[in-house]
Each structure stands twice: as C-alpha cells, then as structure tokens.
C-alpha cells in the first residue's frame, strides 16, 4: 500500500551519511513503519532505535534522575534546561569534523535555509546557552541536566538512536580540585543507584595543547608506518586528526593502536604534575581507580583529565561497558566564540545503560490507591440513557476529588455501558488489579443515610462511614496502617 504525506513545512525525507535533508514536494511514501493489526487498518511501528517504557522501567529511569538531581545539588550544581534543537554549527565545530558523530551519526536536516540538529550530546548546547545568556560574566557555574540525546548508529543493547543523559557541568574553575570534586561526584552518583554489578573507574590526562601537538606527530608517524594495517577512515584521519585513530573501535585499528607510543612519554612537566595532583586527590579521598594511557575520548574537545567509569556486565553487552564518562575542556567556551579561554570539565551518563544493570529486585514503593466504586440502582441500572450522570455517579466523583484534594490516591471506577448491570465481584476485581488498599462503595441506600460503605480489601472488613467523614477516616487508616497504605 501507498500513501501521500503533504506538510506546511519542506516534507520528503532523505537520508545520506547519516543526515536528514527535507525537500519542497509532495512525496509518495510506502507504508514503511507499520504492521498489520486489523483489516484495512495498519498500525504504526516505533522508529528503529527508540523504545516506549511503561510501569517499573519509567520509575528505574525516575530513580535514577532523582538520585543525580540530589548528589549535583549536594554539590551546590543548579539545573539546567537547553533545547533539543540547535543550529548545526554548535556541534559541527566542537565536536570535531573528524569525529564519528559528525560524520555518521548527527540527525541533521535543513529548514528554511536554516541547519539544524537533534542534540547528540549535552555539553556543546549548555556552552552555547552560557554564550547567548552572558553566563560566562558571571563565573564560577554549575550545572547539571538530564533528558534524551540523538545519534544515528546502529541499535544494539545498551545503544539507542534516541537515549537519556545525566550529565554535569562545572565552568571556571581550574585546579585540580575541581576535577577531584567532578570525579567524586559521579563516583557518589554510582555508588547510591544500587548497581547489580561493579564498576572500575579509569583515568587520565591528554595534557595540555603543547604536549598534545607533540604526542599528534608523533603518533602520525607511527601510523604511517602501518597504515597498510589500517581501516579505511583510519587512513583519512592519518592526515587531519591521527589522534582520533586512537579511539577507533575496529578490530584492525585497535591491534595497531596496542603498540603505539603513549601520551604519558610527552607529557610537559606542567601536565605531569597536574595529573600527578588529581591521582593523589582521589587516593586521599578513598576513590579506587586505574590509569589507563590509552584511554582518550571521542570527542575533540577534551585535554588534561578524562576518565570513563566501565562496568563488565552481561546486560550491556560486549562493547558497551562505559557507564559515565567526561573530561576537561578548557578550551571549548573560546572555540565557540567566547571572548577568553574558561575553564570547564563535566561528566555524562547513560540513563538507559544505568537501568539495564540496576538491582534485579529494584522496584518504587508505590502508594496504593482508594477506589471508588458507584452501585448502580436496579431502576438507574436498568435504563438505557447511560448519557446522563446519575446522583450516585455525583457522590462518587464528588468523594474522588475531596480525596485527592488531601492528597490521597484515588482510583473511580469507571463501570463500562456494557457493564452498567454488573456484579459488585466484578467491579472489586477489577480495582483488585490496581492494588487498591480500599474501595468505598457508593449505594443507594447508604447515600440515602448519608454514609459509604469502606471494604477493607486486606482484612475483608467493610463498615458503614458518614460521607463527611470518609476523608478522616481513610487518613487515618493509612496512617494507622502501613501495609494498607
């Protein structure tokens, strides 16, 4: 089947390299993304690389926000909030042109002239927000934020074409202390999310741009030597950023990279002393670690500190063992236009891969809810007008909402027409499903009286209560009763 899409904006999709473009035309589109569901009617697929969550995967994803809003404000950090959405040239220029990111994985398109893309990483947007609001007058700032990021690679567990982020950002400090104080931050961030497995941190330093510059020529010769044993784009980027060679994931790559000169033999003695003062922070603070020379990150901006917190679990599969991840980045504020060079150094994490391996018993106590069930009259049951709201209906959602307004979870409910006649065990089934502690019966009798009828769903005890009385009442009950709560 085929099916014409028209929108007020630019509308056929095309793909190349990674990118979206968007052109002035009505297009055919066959009726890619749907499934068959019932005859005549296809129903719509999720885009390849995104998932829907439900039930406990939401509150592991709600716990795990709650717990880094908490330790970034311990750590006096405020909360951010960027757009999605951000000119083109905010991560093409950071980011590096040579980067994998830029090359293959942005979700680009063009509207009205005008680059933009889906945020595939949080750090260059809140530089970028610093700029346009003059933040950067105003040092020192911390942040932190969390929401979904955008890469288009190739789905596997624990990577996502669209993933959640928490992430922190600290601008105008310099010393090693505040890259002391970043790491220790996210290993208390680890440490309180109940993690299934264990996690090592991994550390070091790419020094600065003058030990960096010489280390770059040095590891260009040595991969001209076996650039035979090289990837395709590792021989491009042999010329432009032989750096980035280092952080290749293909197999023929890493053999050759394994016996690469080290950054830490270029070191300047400034560098070497810095890193030096961090190593020695983290053992005074009793944070476990390894230094690891061949680490480097894949994004360009990074000097001095980077670090990756790695987990070995079978959740996250074979490759995807970094939990958290950040660095130093002195530089970045300036390449994007500030007036000087700030300071900066920040972390990211996963929020999908940190779910995959939290606790397998993990699961938020939930409140339990009162439900509120109306039983119908034999006459108002009988009658075919199901349009109109009858005066136990009234009582009923009158009691929900006094319930609510103190804060009480209440369920109404909603008896299908159909189901209008039904018997009362049916309805009591139904809120049994939802965990209710209580269900106040709504009868016409007891309306008659002024009361409700409260059943007591654990003990199966049910009493007649007075209507304005049921809030106090079922106050007190949950107070009084934890396990009925």
């Known amino acids: 089947m085929w099916f014409k899409i028209r929108c007020s904006l630019r509308t056929a999709v095309l793909r190349q390299h990674g990118r979206i473009r968007f052109l002035s035309q009505t297009t055919e589109y066959p009726t890619l993304g749907m499934v068959g569901h019932t005859e ?18 939401n509150a592991k994803f ?13 750590h006096c950090f405020e909360q951010i909030s960027i757009p999605v959405l951000e000119f083109s040239r905010v991560f093409e220029r950071t980011l590096g042109q040579d980067s994998d990111i830029v090359g293959k994985e942005l979700y680009s398109f063009v509207n009205k002239d005008e680059h933009l893309t889906l945020r595939p990483e949080g750090t260059a947007g809140i530089v970028r927000a610093l700029l346009s609001n003059n933040r950067d007058r105003e040092l020192p700032q911390r942040y932190y934020y969390h929401g979904p990021m955008f890469r288009h690679e190739k789905p596997q567990k624990g990577r996502l074409r669209q993933f959640e982020q928490f992430g922190i950002e600290m601008f105008g ?12 931050l996210a290993w208390s961030f680890l440490n309180k999310i109940r993690l299934s497995g264990t996690f090592e941190l991994e550390i070091n330093s790419l020094a600065d741009m003058e030990s960096r510059l010489r280390y770059r020529n040095v590891v260009r010769d040595y991969l001209r030597q076996n650039e035979s044993q090289l990837s395709e784009d590792s021989v491009k980027r042999i010329s432009t950023n032989p750096l980035r060679v280092l952080d290749s994931k293909n197999q023929k790559d890493v053999l050759v990279v394994q016996n690469c000169p080290l950054i830490t033999e270029y070191y300047s003695p400034e560098s070497a002393e810095r890193f030096d003062i961090v190593c020695q922070g983290l053992q005074r603070l009793g944070i476990p670690y390894k ?11 990074y000097e001095n500190t980077i670090f990756e917190f790695k987990c070995d679990h079978p959740h996250l599969g074979a490759s995807q063992g970094t939990i958290l991840a950040g660095g130093r980045y002195d530089g970045l504020v300036q390449s994007m236009g500030g007036k000087e060079k700030i300071p900066g150094i920040g972390w990211a994490a996963g929020i999908d891969r940190l779910a995959l391996i939290l606790d397998e018993t993990f699961a938020l106590p939930k409140e339990r809810p009162v439900a509120v069930i109306v039983i119908q009259s034999r006459d108002e049951s009988s009658s075919d007008d199901t349009d109109n709201l009858s005066t136990l209906d009234y009582h009923g959602l009158n009691i929900s909402k006094s319930l609510r307004s103190h804060d009480i979870k209440t369920l109404f409910y909603h008896a299908p027409s159909s189901a209008r006649k039904s018997k009362l065990k049916t309805s009591l089934g139904s809120v049994l499903k939802a965990n209710a502690s209580h269900a106040i019966l709504v009868g016409e009798d007891e309306v008659g009286r002024g009361e409700v009828t409260v059943k007591y769903l654990d003990s199966k005890i049910q009493k007649d209560v007075k209507i304005d009385d049921i809030v106090n009442v079922i106050i007190e009950s949950k107070s009084g009763n934890k396990e009925a709560a």
């Open 40 to 57: 005549g009617i296809e129903v719509v697929r999720p885009v390849r690389g995104t998932q829907d969550r439900f039930g406990n995967e």
């Open 62 to 74: 709600e716990h795990l926000r709650k717990i880094g809003c908490c330790v970034a404000e311990l």
């Open 173 to 184: 400090h310099e010393t090693p202390t505040s890259d002391i104080e970043v790491i220790d």
């Open 291 to 301: 230094i690891n020379p061949r680490l480097v990150r894949g994004l360009d901006y």
